[in-house]
T-cell receptor, first 114, second 111 residues
Framework: DTAVSQTPKYLVTQMGNDKSIKCEQN?????MYWYKQDSKKFLKIMFS???????INETVPNRFSPKSPDKAHLNLHINSLELGDSAVYFC?????????????FGNGTRLTVT | DAKTTQPPSMDCAEGRAANLPCNHS???????VYWYRQIHSQGPQYIIH???NNETNEMASLIITEDRKSSTLILPHATLRDTAVYYC????????????FGSGTQLTVLP
């Protein structure tokens, strides 16, 4: 009964490949996020979707494209992977609807680009 | 959005209270203070949040100064499993714009 689940947990791939990370939440939340945690451990928001609509798109390369097929899913597709994309990617969700709902995070996907 | 500053690291003896400070001197009146922690190799975990009153839940207590420019997270009886990086962030109620988490405080609970 995991609240926010991401797959895969580990992803090792070569430069230039295209890969996707999937995220699903069963909390009924209306907002989902993707965060990137680099080697210095800073957690930076990349995207936020509210009811399947993109509402935050921080400065990330356009090789990164989020896709939300429904309110419970937010997938992250990455084209032409580069060495600098190596990081841990976290999905999160919250119930925003005017409230102060905290974020619920998944356990991350460790992406290694060789 | 207000920013926060936290000490990079702290130690605490097992069984003692751990007091983690956070400065948010530019916080706005409608911004809440949130605390999260990240245990190694896991996703961040929500701990507690507050606006101006002190708050307590089963995990911790949050003390916010009267001028709201700083706060302290208190773990009343720290255990080894509380060893983690603790993040303090601020956000506006109802805003889906979650801030970038800073570098946080690495709390090490010593046996």
């Amino acid at each position: 009964d995991t609240a926010v689940s991401q797959t895969p947990k580990y992803l090792v791939t070569q430069m230039g490949n295209d890969k996707s990370i999937k995220c699903e939440q069963n909390l009924g939340h209306d907002t989902m996020y993707w965060y990137k945690q680099d080697s210095k451990k800073f957690l930076k928001i990349m995207f936020s979707y509210n009811n399947k609509e993109l509402i935050i798109n921080e400065t990330v390369p356009n090789r990164f494209s989020p896709k939300s097929p429904d309110k419970a899913h937010l997938n992250l597709h990455i084209n032409s992977l580069e060495l600098g994309d190596s990081a841990v990617y976290f999905c999160a969700s919250s119930q925003e609807n005017g409230g102060v709902s905290p974020l619920h995070f998944g356990n991350g996907t460790r992406l290694t680009v060789t | 959005d207000a920013k926060t500053t936290q000490p990079p690291s702290m130690d605490c003896a097992e069984g003692r209270a751990a007091n983690l400070p956070c400065n948010h001197s530019t916080i706005s009146g409608n911004e809440y203070v949130y605390w999260y922690r990240q245990i190694h190799s896991q996703g961040p975990q929500y701990i507690i949040h507050g606006l101006k009153n002190n708050e307590t839940n089963e995990m911790a207590s949050l003390i916010i100064t009267e001028d709201r420019k700083s706060s302290t997270l208190i773990l009343p009886h720290a255990t080894l499993r509380d060893t983690a990086v603790y993040y303090c962030i601020v956000r506006v109620r109802g805003s889906a714009r979650q801030l970038t988490f800073g570098s946080g405080t690495q709390l090490t609970v010593l046996p």
